[in-house]
């Protein structure tokens, strides 16, 4: 009798380390020739589709915390930007990021992998980064895309997104027209072209092209990675570790 319940026991256990597993993979599920071997995510590291946005309001103000404002302009500083890329057009390896507002893996890239790799690979004229936004969790994410689009109307995409992460659990108010519009003022766009461009046609259009693109090259979650150089091309779903993110894209350049 202890032996058959502890049976059913054991059995109850497989089948949710199962669910979670299934639950976790997320990822680029689509055409496999696009991605070789790709590096180990770090832990449960990408937001899928399905799930409650794990964006947390925070309880306090509405600021934005005016010393990580000016370290996110120093990390920006000297790099140029044109429309969605950040770095030097003409650098030979280009990493795409698929991201969410409000996915916080896509947040934690921001803070903890993506100052390595533009001090590393994006500085130095190695790599440039394409931002490909994608609204996972319906129309507060696709708002927050579109903003970011109309910045990029006026090279200013980079510090919005940035600045956008860094708010991120850190106010009451994020992701709403508020925030958005309070955030594209600060990054120094011209507020009346930026508005007339977050509700344009144009801007809308572009970002349903984005998100097909995605679609075809298999995004299943976010944060999902596509690095493409003269050493090949190579798909990274979920937050990957510094360390093997430097070796997929010095790797790349073949």
């Given at each position: 009798?202890?032996?058959?319940?502890?049976?059913?026991g054991?059995?109850?256990?497989?089948a949710?380390?199962v669910?979670?597993?299934?639950a976790?993979g997320?990822g680029?599920?689509?055409?496999s020739?696009?991605a070789?071997?790709?590096?180990?995510?770090d832990g449960?590291?990408?937001?899928?589709?399905?799930?409650?946005?794990?964006?947390?309001p925070?309880s306090?103000g509405?600021?934005?915390?005016p010393?990580?404002?000016?370290?996110?302009?120093?990390?920006l500083?000297?790099i140029p930007?044109?429309?969605r890329?950040?770095g030097?057009?003409?650098?030979p390896?280009?990493l795409?990021?698929?991201?969410?507002f409000?996915?916080t893996?896509?947040?934690r890239?921001s803070r903890e992998?993506?100052?390595?790799?533009?001090?590393?690979?994006?500085?130095p004229?190695d790599?440039?980064?394409?931002?490909?936004?994608?609204?996972?969790?319906g129309?507060?994410s696709?708002?927050?895309?579109l903003?970011?689009?109309?910045?990029?109307?006026q090279?200013?995409?980079?510090?919005?997104?940035?600045?956008?992460y860094?708010?991120?659990g850190e106010?009451?108010?994020y992701?709403t027209?508020?925030f958005?519009e309070r955030?594209a003022?600060?990054?120094g766009?011209?507020?009346?072209?930026?508005s007339?461009a977050?509700?344009?046609p144009?801007?809308?259009?572009e970002?349903?092209?984005l998100?097909?693109?995605?679609e075809l090259?298999?995004v299943?979650?976010?944060p999902?990675?596509?690095?493409e150089?003269?050493g090949g091309q190579?798909a990274?779903?979920g937050?990957?570790?510094?360390?093997?993110?430097?070796?997929?894209?010095?790797?790349?350049?073949?």
């Amino acid at each position: 009798m202890r032996a058959r319940a502890l049976l059913a026991g054991l059995m109850v256990l497989a089948a949710t380390l199962v669910l979670v597993a299934a639950a976790c993979g997320g990822g680029s599920g689509g055409d496999s020739s696009a991605a070789e071997s790709a590096p180990e995510p770090d832990g449960q590291a990408q937001s899928t589709p399905g799930e409650t946005a794990e964006v947390t309001p925070a309880s306090g103000g509405d600021g934005v915390d005016p010393v990580a404002a000016a370290e996110r302009a120093e990390l920006l500083s000297g790099i140029p930007q044109q429309d969605r890329v950040l770095g030097d057009p003409g650098a030979p390896v280009t990493l795409i990021a698929y991201e969410d507002f409000l996915c916080t893996f896509c947040g934690r890239f921001s803070r903890e992998v993506l100052p390595g790799v533009l001090e590393d690979h994006v500085r130095p004229g190695d790599v440039k980064i394409e931002y490909r936004p994608v609204a996972f969790y319906g129309e507060v994410s696709r708002q927050g895309a579109l903003a970011a689009l109309a910045a990029g109307q006026q090279n200013r995409l980079w510090d919005f997104v940035e600045t956008t992460y860094g708010a991120q659990g850190e106010v009451s108010d994020y992701l709403t027209p508020e925030f958005l519009e309070r955030t594209a003022e600060g990054v120094g766009v011209d507020l009346g072209r930026w508005s007339a461009a977050w509700r344009s046609p144009a801007t809308a259009a572009e970002f349903d092209e984005l998100q097909l693109t995605a679609e075809l090259d298999g995004v299943g979650g976010t944060p999902t990675f596509v690095v493409e150089g003269p050493g090949g091309q190579q798909a990274i779903p979920g937050l990957p570790a510094p360390e093997a993110l430097d070796e997929v894209l010095s790797a790349a350049r073949g």
